[in-house]
């Protein structure tokens, strides 16, 4: 009886390991000699098709196959685009990901139907980064200081329906008593930074830190702008004593709705494939991810660039989701109000 037992054992470890091999084998045979996509909403040089190019450098080292990877531009209507045809056309096989805005996710949660679809369904693989955001004016503009914006009208471009350029100045204006007037229409921060270097824009509401610093890292440095507040919890190492925009908050369901706008910026830098991902290939992929945030070489690539890395799962990713999408009614519905809606 012992003797059937151990042959047992030793056949259900074999068949185990079998299938272990042969799951791993799949994933290699899947993205050997094949090309992986990775789809960016925004134009070639914007600061998320930089950090989709440097993903783009090591993540094949990690991913079995070791696939090629080209870049493919769809932008438009502040990355729904892009939404739009992962969730309708693109291959769910593990061949696309994308990187789109990391507000996006947040509006359906808000009643947004421009494009039907559901950011819980959609396999998130991971963030390269989670950042604060700024606030700015150009050196010219006669509004300097948080102070001067909660009494003097800023124009700031606006990049797109759902996009962080124009939700996030509408409802701070309602949250905390600033004028940002936002001028719609620009395709992109690349094009509103030089409306704003002209003096065709006062200045700019919204930019993520790290991209400021690899796009215009002189803007800092030689002070051609005025920093009117930072969005993060926390200070900036390099630009101590920013004023918070959360400080200037005191009503407890105010500050509730703008911690759940400023969520996004956890999940700073996302990518993501369509819904329905097989599970081993969602693995393969958030695994190879998580990989390339790590390797040393990325790292020092992404210092000399000075771009921020914080790797941001994609577990983390959908459990930050999730938690939003069930956040009390009274804080959905003030986020509504902050936004007109």
Do not use: C
């Not at 920093?227 to 993060?232: E, H, K, S, V």
């Not at 081993?280 to 020092?300: G, I, N, S, V, Y």
């Amino acid at each position: 009886m012992r003797f059937v037992f151990r042959r047992l054992a030793a056949m259900a470890f074999f068949v185990a390991a079998s299938l272990g091999a042969a799951r791993a084998q799949s994933i290699e045979s899947f993205y050997k000699n094949k090309q992986l996509t990775i789809l960016v909403y925004a134009g070639a040089g914007s600061p998320y098709d930089v950090y989709a190019r440097l993903l783009a450098k090591y993540l094949p080292e990690y991913l079995p196959g070791k696939p090629a990877i080209i870049i493919q531009y769809m932008v438009g209507a502040g990355g729904l685009k892009a939404v739009d045809y992962m969730n309708r056309i693109a291959p769910r096989d593990g061949s696309l990901i994308g990187t789109i805005g990391r507000g996006l996710p947040f509006e359906p949660m808000l009643g947004a139907h421009d494009v039907n679809w559901d950011p819980l369904q959609f396999t998130w693989i991971g963030s390269m980064n989670s950042e604060a955001s700024l606030a700015m004016s150009w050196n010219t503009s006669p509004v300097k200081t948080l102070d001067d914006l909660k009494k003097t009208e800023l124009l700031v471009p606006g990049t797109g329906v759902g996009a962080d350029s124009e939700i996030i100045p509408r409802a701070i204006n309602t949250l905390a008593g600033t004028k940002f007037k936002i001028i719609s229409g620009y395709k992109d921060t690349n094009a509103a930074a030089l409306a704003m270097e002209s003096g065709e824009l006062g200045g700019i509401s919204y930019w993520a830190i790290s991209s400021l610093m690899v796009v215009h890292p002189d803007w800092v440095r030689d002070k051609k702008i005025n920093i009117l507040f930072q969005t993060g919890s926390t200070d900036i190492s390099f630009l101590p004593g920013l004023p918070k925009i959360r400080d200037s908050i005191t009503n407890p369901i105010d500050r509730k709705a703008l911690d759940f706008l400023l969520a996004r910026e956890i999940i700073g830098r996302p990518f993501v494939a369509p819904p329905g991902l097989p599970a081993d290939r969602t693995k393969a992929l958030r695994d190879a991810f998580a990989a390339a945030m790590k390797d040393p070489e990325l790292k020092k690539d992404a210092e000399r660039a000075r771009m921020g890395i914080d790797l941001v799962t994609g577990e983390q990713v959908d459990a930050l989701l999730k938690d939003a999408a069930n956040s009390p009614p009274e804080v959905l519905e003030r986020v509504k109000q902050a936004l007109g809606r």
